[in-house]
């Protein structure tokens, strides 16, 4: 082992129970730290008061637990709370949480920019700095459970993975943080409370087939025709609508689980009827409910806000063919907390 200590809890239970064996301690000892790590979030390893002070002090030898902070909280006239999220080495992310009457959401990031530069989106702007680890993701929530409690004393109900990066090239990390936040030896919370947006890589879409993940899974669609989707996702450009469909039917099939297509609905890009009656078609070769999701402009003023009547027609159109869709009305527009709007406002402190 290297001078530099590492972060406990990047160990999995296995290399925890590997360590405590390799210093002669009983196998439930790791156990008893993963419930102070995981479910009781200690930050330090004085805190954990059923180990033996010797054995709080070898750990403190080779380990740390590394700690996020919240130096900044924004609360939009809406309610949405937006983080910013500082991490252990400086870089800062962002978390938002977004309140309804029966749901308190947390909306958090997997990676510190993004590399898939999609036209619309202000994360896209920046380049990928670096994936976040487990522990990253998962005090994410826990800081959006806090701001739950502290804005609206109310529990958290659900987990967005749609703020900053794309969790599915983050993939690891990102299925470690999911089992944390489920399992009973972390926050317990259901697996189908937890949505995982993709902007559409076929091969991980297969993995997490092949993995029967419980949580569910949206795609950030936003135009059903692949001339038009790779004008503004150039990850189309390798990954087409067709491919596309094959694996989120094999996703279907392995795990039960509808799709949720999410289409932000751009001024005369992909609001008009044509636009419609392509993605409906594309609803029938993968059954999934749509949400037609606001824009909201960022710095550059490329893309506008689609005309509210031309959103209602676009929907009801959808509606009639059958398809299961929601508006979302954009939150915390006023905070740049809303869709596509992260981290327009970080990029100094990521440098
Ligand atoms: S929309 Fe998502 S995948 Fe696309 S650039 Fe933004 S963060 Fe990355």
Redo the contacts with the bound molecule.
Sequence with gaps: MSNEKKNLRSLSSEQIEAFFSSISQPKFRARQIEQWLWQKQAKSFEDMTNLPLELRSTLEESFVINQLTVPEEQVSSDGTVKCAIRLHDGMVVEAVLIPADDRMTACISS?VG?????A??????LKRMRNLEPDEIFDQVVAIKEAAHKYFNKPLTNIVY?????PLLNYKNVLTSIYRITNDMGLGMAARRITV???GIEKMILRLAEDKVKFRLAL?LHAANDEKRSKI?P?NEQNSLESLAKALNHFEDVTKNRVTFEYIIFKDFNDKLEDAQELVAFCKKVPARVNIIEYNSIDDQRFEQADPKKVNAFAAYLERAGVVVSIRRSRGKDIDAAC?Q??NKNQAANA
């Design positions: 990676q993004c590399s898939l530069s999609c619309f989106c202000a994360t896209g702007k749609m703020g900053m990066g794309e947006s993709t902007a950030s996702m990850i596509g992260l981290a």
